[in-house]
């Protein structure tokens, strides 16, 4: 009896690949435990616990969908995602259209004092978002900050950052003062490498700077714009430290369901509703993660075409 000659080499292959397999699960497999542990169990206790109603007389009671029922019956939490939907709507253009700007000024070469500006811009994004809150707080405050004291050397007085009309804007100008070096950063990186053979051809072509940075420039970063624009919303969503520190300064102003995941935290910790603070991490989980496909699909496609 004879074995066929081409079996051996395939077993030997598959044999091989179940080798090579189980190598590869040895190295992620504490990546992928840690992950389950981390991020996937919270995820799956927290669905589990949006099912049920805690009550001081009964104790916990399964509800079944009501509480996501309720959620978009709450006018708190519709008002705190209106919020956020205005704030993204209005900060990130801002924030990205400077940092946009800020990163074509460093790829011209024609910036003076190149690197301090680099690093400069950069510089607050190493503070951390509770202490650049703190900062900002102080100087906002209207009887001991700097815009006190600014409108008391010209004789005037300036708008309250901690009124209810101008919170919001300070509140965006603290993260917008945070993050444009970030962003600054991606977009550098994605105009550097952009193959010079480009310029030269728009060069020999005789494009001015703007011809250049709207047919070259801006269209090769499309796919760094998409991701910064993704990250920025997704941020804007997760507002919590800002607001949180600015509420000791300005109570009356910054209520407990300012953003929806200080409603959350206030629901959790102070309201003992921890299933109907879940359903509300959940809902907005899920908002947040709709909006960012939906952004990154029509990116892509943009990118694509």
């Not at 009501?66 to 993204?88: C, K, P, T």
């Not at 051809?201 to 494009?207: K, L």
């Not at 921890?274 to 990154?296: C, D, E, H, K, R």
């Amino acid at each position: 009896m004879t074995s066929s000659p081409t079996l051996l080499p395939r077993a030997s292959q598959r044999r091989s690949g179940d080798r090579a397999s189980q190598r590869g699960w040895w190295f992620i497999g504490p990546f992928m435990l840690v992950f389950l542990v981390v991020f996937i169990a919270p995820v799956v206790y927290a669905i589990y616990l949006s099912f049920f109603r805690f009550q001081f007389i009964g104790g916990t009671q399964f509800v079944g969908i009501e509480n996501y029922i309720g959620v978009f019956q709450d006018d708190r939490f519709l008002s705190a995602v209106g919020r956020v939907v205005l704030f993204s709507a209005v900060q990130v253009p801002v924030m990205l259209g400077i940092s946009l700007f800020a990163a074509l000024a460093l790829d011209s070469g024609r910036l003076y004092g190149k690197n301090f500006f680099r690093l400069a811009v950069f510089l607050p994004y190493a503070v951390p978002g509770v202490v650049a809150s703190l900062m900002w707080g102080f100087m906002y405050g209207p009887r001991f900050g700097l815009v006190n004291d600014f409108g008391n050397v010209f004789g005037v007085t300036l708008p309250d950052p901690f009124s209810s009309g101008l919170i919001l804007p300070a509140i965006g100008n603290i993260v917008t003062w945070q993050f444009i070096g970030y962003n600054m950063l991606i977009f550098y990186a994605a105009l550097r490498v952009i193959p010079m053979s480009l310029y030269e051809a728009a060069h020999i072509d005789g494009a001015g700077q703007f011809r250049v940075i709207k047919s070259i420039k801006l269209p090769a970063i499309r796919s760094a714009l998409v991701i910064a624009l993704i990250f920025s919303i997704i941020a804007s969503f997760q507002l919590f430290n800002e607001p949180r520190i600015l509420q000791t300064l300005a109570p009356n102003v910054v209520s407990s369901y300012f953003t929806p995941n200080l409603y959350a935290y206030s629901l959790a910790f102070q309201g003992q509703q921890q299933p109907y603070a879940a359903t509300v991490a959940i809902v907005m989980g899920v908002f947040v993660s709709v909006i960012a496909y939906l952004i990154q699909a029509r990116g892509t496609k943009r990118v694509m075409t």
